[in-house]
């Protein structure tokens, strides 16, 4: 409960100080300025209060906060005696018992993505945890249909039913239109696969969206990826009618249902700033989420990077006119209060995906099976030189060794067209890098953002298969950029990994396998500081964000992320367990009533992991090859939906 104490009482509060901080040092600084006594003034009182500040680290209780920054910082004592002859002074004692860290910052992660996928229903093998409620995984064909009709029983007459979660391998391959129809023929129902590469339709559905037979056969890629009989789209088929499905989502209230809870979602893992990376988006789509994260209380920071590489598409590879669609978005989209596009930035890609064992590797997999160019070397290199030139700082999606050689191969390459000071160009993900890499790409001034989630959800499976122990033991690696020198931020690229920065912290720094027993390349751990760095100060610097937001300094906003327990004090393998009891957003609280929201920590949700990393990367889904699933790649595949609703 927040306390407003008066100046009379403030005496009771102040005891002896055997020391002084860095920032209040002398009686000179007693008497308050005009400007600080203008507005009012709230002190955050904590006894664990961990800066990740280069100047203060020790000796640090109390945060003074005025109009959403940060006033001055020290020990309680002195900031109480300093500051109690202001005339609307706030003393917050809330979190006094508990850890205030600077407010997480997430460089990684695609809100407008889980807006679809979080306003359906979920049917999925595993447990959630989630802000509006939990749900429990269902596995088997019968449980899965027995689900479904529980769930349209429930709903009101003619509304569509949309699940999320379908996954064959759990819920059997007897999916069909016929079978839909059994559990209802009047009402709309669309099952989406957990992947998001596939989905089927009853007839409902099928008419409601008003489609007929002859609007699903025609010829050219995707014409045998959309089966009318059956009511199944998958692949290219299903991009060929994204573009209809996504309106449908947004007319039916589901996206606006499921941007609220993807805002419940993000802040209940201590997150206030998220960088978007890679965003197409229609005038209905982001007029909806923009009004529906600013309709209550929004309390982060959520930039948008244009997605280059769609661009670059829609221009017919020309790289100059694909740079002046991405930047016209831009001015298409004004940003709105704290929904800001990134001055400058943009996004582009290398190699496929990870879950996909679709990463160029140098060495090839074992199988023999070949990876996947997202952008060609050649188109990478084209997209990417106009940007370079006009001074972009860029982003490139790179998963295996051989996609991040060729983009650090084009990195240098531009340096010596156009030599750059402080371009900050960011590699993303980067699942298997080859450790001679590093170094060059650290002395082109380039950046890292790992995502560490790799290592617990996937390594011991590719050690078995596709990639090889040797290789896959390493994968995301930590030490090896930091010894080289090189700047690392972490990130979640939820959904695909829980959007929850203390998790990825616990991944990094016990690199501890699927099975629980085994440590993953050891080698490549780093330290829980190295790791808090990774979520604050250094996720902020690879969005240029370092000197607004990331760590607790004079000047800075006040946004803080508030613990139960430090990450510092306890087991490190107890980190991800630690709840997340609040954040600060501009010096206002927001309270968290689920803390770390997403897959539930359970025996069932262990087991069905572990059973989804033994599925053969190579393996048929439903008659057609495709793995898992990776968000960027879900993402482009939307993005390209949308690249025809806007074309």
């Given amino acids: 409960m927040k306390k407003v104490l008066k100046v009379s009482l403030l005496s009771a509060l102040i005891t002896a100080v055997a020391g002084c901080s860095q920032y209040d040092t002398g009686p000179e600084q007693a008497s308050l300025s005009a400007s600080v006594l203008e507005s009012p003034v709230t002190i955050f009182l904590s006894d664990d209060i961990i800066t990740m500040s280069e100047d203060v680290r020790e000796n640090v209780t109390a945060i003074a906060v005025q109009n959403g920054k940060i ?29 205030i860290t600077p407010g997480f910052v ?12 979080l306003g359906f229903d979920f049917i999925t093998p595993g447990d959630w945890n989630l802000p509006w409620g939990e749900v429990k995984g269902v596995q088997g064909n019968a449980a899965y249909f027995e689900r479904l009709r529980e769930i349209e029983t429930g709903m009101e007459e003619g509304e569509p039913l949309i699940t999320w979660g379908y996954h064959n391998y759990f819920h059997g391959r007897e999916m069909s239109k016929a079978l839909l129809n059994e559990v209802s023929e009047t009402r709309p129902i669309i099952v989406w696969h957990r992947s998001a590469h596939e989905l089927f339709l009853n007839d409902a559905a099928l008419s409601y969206l008003g489609w007929e037979e002859k609007d699903w056969q025609f010829d050219g890629p995707g014409g045998d990826q959309l089966d009318w009989e059956r009511g199944h789209a998958f692949e290219n088929g299903m991009k060929r009618i994204l573009p209809d499905l996504m309106k449908f989502v947004m007319e039916t209230g589901r996206f606006a249902t499921g941007m609220e809870r993807t805002r419940d979602y993000v802040h209940s893992g201590g997150i206030t700033t ?40 829609m221009a017919e590879g020309d790289p100059e006119k694909g740079k002046e669609i991405a930047e016209a ?5 004004e940003s709105v209060e704290q929904i800001q596009w990134m001055p400058k930035f943009v996004k582009l890609f290398s190699d496929g995906a990870m879950f996909s064992q679709l990463m160029q590797l140098k060495d090839g997999y074992l199988d023999g099976h070949e990876g996947e160019w997202l952008q060609t070397p050649e188109d990478l290199e084209a997209s990417m030189r106009p940007y370079w030139n006009d001074d972009y700082t860029i982003v490139v999606h790179a998963n ?94 939820a959904p695909m990994a829980p959007a929850q920065p203390l998790a990825l912290v616990w991944a990094a720094v ?70 997340v009891a609040a954040t600060v957003y501009r010096g206002h609280t927001a309270n968290i009533e689920v803390a770390n929201a997403g897959l539930k920590a359970t025996e069932n949700n262990q087991n069905v992991l572990r059973l989804l990393s033994r599925i053969p990367s190579s393996s048929e889904h439903l008659g057609h090859n495709h793995a898992d699933g990776e968000v960027c790649e879900s993402a482009l595949i939307f993005q390209q939906a949308m690249n025809e609703s806007v074309r």
Avoid at 289 to 294: G, R
Avoid at 458 to 477: D, H, P, Q, T
Wanted: net charge negative.
């Fill in 106 to 117: 997430e460089p990684h992660i695609h809100l407008w993505m889980s807006g679809f996928f």
């Fill in 510 to 579: 016990n690199r501890i396998g699927l099975s629980g027993e085994t440590v993953m390349g050891p080698e490549e751990r780093i330290t829980v500081d190295e790791a808090m760095r990774a979520i604050t100060i250094d996720a902020a610097y690879t969005a240029r964000l370092e000197g607004d937001v990331g760590s607790l300094d004079i000047g800075k906003y006040a946004d803080f992320t508030v613990l139960d327990e430090s990450p510092y004090k306890v087991d490190p393998k107890e980190i991800r367990d630690i709840n």
């Fill in 400 to 493: 295996g060794d051989m996609g991040f050689e060729s983009a650090i191969n084009i990195v240098e390459k531009l340096s010596k067209e156009k030599p750059r000071d402080d371009h900050r160009t960011s590699f993303h993900h980067l699942g298997i890098t080859d450790k001679e890499d590093i170094p060059r790409a650290v002395a082109t001034g380039s950046n890292f953002s790992v995502n560490p989630y790799y290592t617990h959800l996937l390594a011991e499976r590719y050690s078995e298969e596709g990639v090889g122990k040797e290789r896959a033991e390493v994968m995301a690696r930590g030490r090896s950029f930091i010894d080289a020198g090189g700047k690392l931020s972490m990130h979640s690229d």
């Fill in 274 to 313: 998220a960088v978007d990376p890679g965003v197409i988006v229609t005038p209905a789509l982001y007029d909806q989420m923009v009004s529906i994260l600013l309709d209550d209380h929004f309390p982060m920071d959520y930039w948008l990077m244009p997605a280059g590489n769609v661009t670059y598409m």
């Fill in 71 to 99: 006033l001055d910082l020290g020990e309680q004592a002195v900031l109480l005696k300093k500051y109690e002859s202001h005339p609307d002074l706030t003393v917050d004692e809330q979190f006094k018992d508990k850890v």
């Fill in 329 to 333: 978005q831009l001015h298409q989209f």
